[in-house]
């Protein structure tokens, strides 16, 4: 939960802060204090990115944010996020050439330097999937080639959108799903090594299909949650199997917004958003977000105006990439990022927006109890609901509801104390596990202590508790009560 006081408003508004942020670590963000100013601007998720960057590198990156946590007593996530299979052309005899609008141009598997006819595209496997009418877009989408014809080992296209393309440029493929596996060899050195590290999320870049994530799983199993990033349309397509084996997503617009028309990703971000909370699904909104911050100080009204618009979309968290790992500005991106959170979720629109969109419980006991607690906590002004939660599930259902008070979500282990980290309202504290011998008095008791340790609410205040009964059985939510602060 973002904690920090700014000019403009003090640390006890800035607890009503519902919005997660994330915030990439890399060459900018690699010292403790760095990392400890970040925490503290508001910084509730780190993540740690595979596609730059040694074992070594992370592992002390790791290191620093675990020292913080322990030196700010508060449950802070790690993400580490998978390279992924990336696509490129070859090299070229002289480094660059400029394909003319028009031209045919060719790709195929020989390593021989290119030329302004052709260039080597070593990966198989879009020759194989790719048709007549196809297109390959080069350059982060900035050229644009058109297949006409296919041959065992080759592509011979036409230049739909020309312009200078250097070596080893990344191509997507927009119109086929291809048949490569979201986990490359790298990925999977990378995938035990940040499970050996200890991180709560790993996520999966280029997820095309639910396959996808049922390869990860098998590697993973229960020791990290699956976070899928969307950036292919063949995922869109898949969505809702995908959400359905996934922990949680991002809405990574980098190459969604290369692989799609611009005026589709704002829908696509919205309707992304919309399915996962349905599911009670941690969703992140990421990519450019304050993207000129990397070289300035403060943001544009449009990038400001951007992440408003994910708070209002209902996203569990907003992402900073560059910004915080290669910028300029680490810690003003954070603290920017957090005071528009903060405007945001004190507008009056917003709150009415949040209560507007609503969802209706489902039809299980869990659904209703989290549905009553939001209730009933509306009703009573209650300063907090207490969620009591095995492995966060009863948290993430109240945070579905999107209470107007916060969740302080209750868990017996830091593992999921800080996957609780990355979700909507959460506030995580670890407490020593109930049994079956523990007494409803007792789990009151302990839930008021929870809330005096959170420093909500005031003497005579009603707080709601939600458990289960038995207590440590995972997955039995079936308890409400209302308790005063004393």
């Known amino acids: 939960m973002s904690l920090v006081a700014t000019p403009d408003h003090n640390m006890a508004e800035m607890a009503l802060c519902r919005t997660k942020i994330v915030a990439t670590l890399g060459p900018a963000s690699s010292d403790y204090a760095t990392i400890r100013d970040l925490a503290l601007a508001g910084a509730d998720v780190f993540r740690l990115n595979f596609s730059h960057g040694t074992h070594a590198d992370h592992a002390s990156r790791h290191a620093f944010v675990r020292q913080v946590e322990r030196e700010l007593d508060r449950p802070i996530g790690i993400l580490a996020d998978m390279q992924g299979p990336k696509l490129r052309v070859g090299r070229f005899a002289g480094g660059k050439v400029v394909l003319e609008a028009g031209a045919t141009f060719r790709f195929d598997l020989s390593d021989t330097p290119g030329d302004a006819t052709r260039v080597q595209l070593p990966h198989p496997e879009i020759i194989s999937v790719a048709k007549p009418g196809s297109r390959l877009l080069m350059d982060d989408g900035k050229l644009a080639v058109v297949v006409e014809q296919v041959g065992p080992d080759w592509l011979q296209t036409r230049v739909q959108t020309g312009g200078p393309l250097s070596d080893h440029k990344g191509v997507n493929v927009p119109d086929v799903a291809l048949p490569i596996p979201a986990l490359t060899e790298k990925d999977r050195l990378d995938l035990a090594y940040a499970l050996e590290l200890g991180v709560e999320y790993i996520a999966l870049s280029f997820v095309q299909r639910p396959e996808d994530l049922l390869q990860a799983r098998a590697l993973v199993g229960e020791r990290a949650a699956l976070l899928a990033k969307l950036e292919k349309p063949q995922a869109v397509e898949n969505l809702a199997a995908i959400l359905e084996l996934s922990d949680a997503v991002m809405v990574a617009r980098g190459d969604l917004g290369v692989e799609l028309p611009p005026e589709s990703v704002p829908l696509i971000q919205k309707r992304i958003i919309r399915e996962a909370r349905r599911l009670g699904k941690p969703v992140v909104v990421a990519t450019q977000m304050l993207e000129s911050m990397i070289a300035a100080p403060t943001p544009t009204r449009a990038e400001a105006s951007d992440v408003a618009t994910a708070v209002f979309d209902g996203a569990d968290a907003v992402m900073l990439s560059a910004e915080s790992a290669a910028g300029q500005y ?146 039995s939510t079936n308890l409400l009560r209302v308790a005063a602060v004393p």
């Open 330 to 475: 680490p810690r003003e991106a954070v603290r920017i990022m957090n005071r528009i959170l903060w405007r945001v979720e004190q507008d009056a629109g917003w709150q009415a927006h949040m209560a507007a969109a609503r969802l209706a419980p489902e039809d299980y006991v869990a659904d209703a109890i989290a549905s009553a607690a939001q209730q009933v906590a509306a009703t009573l002004h209650a300063p907090a609901i207490v969620a009591y939660t095995h492995r966060g599930a009863t948290a993430l259902r109240i945070a579905r509801e999107r209470p107007t008070c916060p969740v302080l979500g209750v868990t017996p282990t830091a593992q999921a104390a800080r996957r609780l980290a990355l979700v909507w309202g959460v506030r995580a504290f670890v407490s020593l596990p109930h049994t079956a011998s523990t007494t409803v008095e007792q789990m009151v008791s302990d839930a008021l202590d929870v809330v005096r340790r959170a420093q909500v609410g005031a003497t005579g205040d009603s707080v709601v508790i939600a458990a289960g009964v038995p207590f440590g059985v995972s997955g």
